[in-house]
């Protein structure tokens, strides 16, 4: 480990560990997908679409139309995974002004911000003023915000994605989004598809070996996969991977990742119709059910917490979405429209 990893702390070594396969996660994210693809078009496109939907034939319109619908979805997540990943989300620049332009609207940036919050009965979140970010030592425009492992500031800063290894910000929220929203219909589409199948190679299994939940074939757990170069070997001796070890390992991954990806999809969406970021929504402090917040000095006032960037559910979401069906359905690139303030109407 010293020989590879330049590091003699623990502390330090674990850091470079990761920050050395943080670049490998999207590759892994895309070869999962890709090889969920192919467990279609090697296993499960002639073992379970054929015989249900074809009655005994090679070929017929529901498999062409089976077929169609998981290249399309194989198509838009890699699509939507590689724009979201090669995408700048949107990092703040120095300005060109010299050091004493940029403390004086410094100074008169926070000044006018603080007269606001000490004399108005209205606090705003997000903040519609500029910032000063204290590690890049800059201003920033309003909603931008420090990443601390990208060590840059991002505009309409969400969160710092693993499985894209950068943040999602300004430029790439919507591929973010429709990534996620792909990702869960493609695997709810799986699960829809292998579920009764699943369920009848289960109970075959236990009526043939019996119920255990470690497993009571390879004692692997209660699924009873076979372990990796046990397979392997039976890969290279037959050409295949059996089928029934293929819908044991593809149905619970499917089933897990869309239950997961609809939560993770409709909280997003929740936040875009509220005109919210991630970062936002967990910094918001909390309010009654009228709006009013005492979180803000002095502390026995009641003030009115107000996003001046909401414009309404649907101006929101058509602001981060669009409004192009065309640019929704297919892995086309698109143009955000610029958050605005209406603080003043």
Known sequence: LDATVPCRVNSRRVNCLLSWFRPFIPALGMALTLLCGWSYFSTFRQDVIIPRWCNGKDSCYWEWTHSFIVIFFIVNIIGQYLWSTFTCPGVVKPPHQNNTTMKSEKVETEQTQRFHDSTSPIIYHPSPYRSHCKSCEMERPPRAHHCRICKRCIVE???????????????????????VFYVMLGCTYGSLMLGVDFYNM??????????????????????????????????????????????????????????????????????????????EQVARPETDSFGYTTAFNPPNERRKLVNPFDHGPRKNIQRVMGTSMIRLVLPLPSNPTPSTCNKDN
Not at 255 to 273: D, N, Q
């Open 202 to 279: 289960m109970k075959k299994r236990i009526q043939l070996h019996g119920f255990s939940i470690m497993g009571a074939e390879h004692r692997t757990g209660l699924l009873d996969l076979p372990l990796p170069w046990t397979l392997w070997k039976e890969f290279k001796s037959t050409g295949r991977i059996p089928e029934d070890v293929v819908l044991r390992a593809a149905f619970p991954f499917m089933l897990f990742v869309s239950v997961v990806m609809c939560w993770f999809c409709m909280s997003h969406l929740k936040l875009i119709a509220s005109g919210l970021t991630t970062l």
């Open 157 to 179: 800063y969400d969160h710092h994605c693993p499985w894209i290894n950068g943040c999602i910000g300004y430029n790439n929220y919507r591929s973010f989004l429709l990534l």
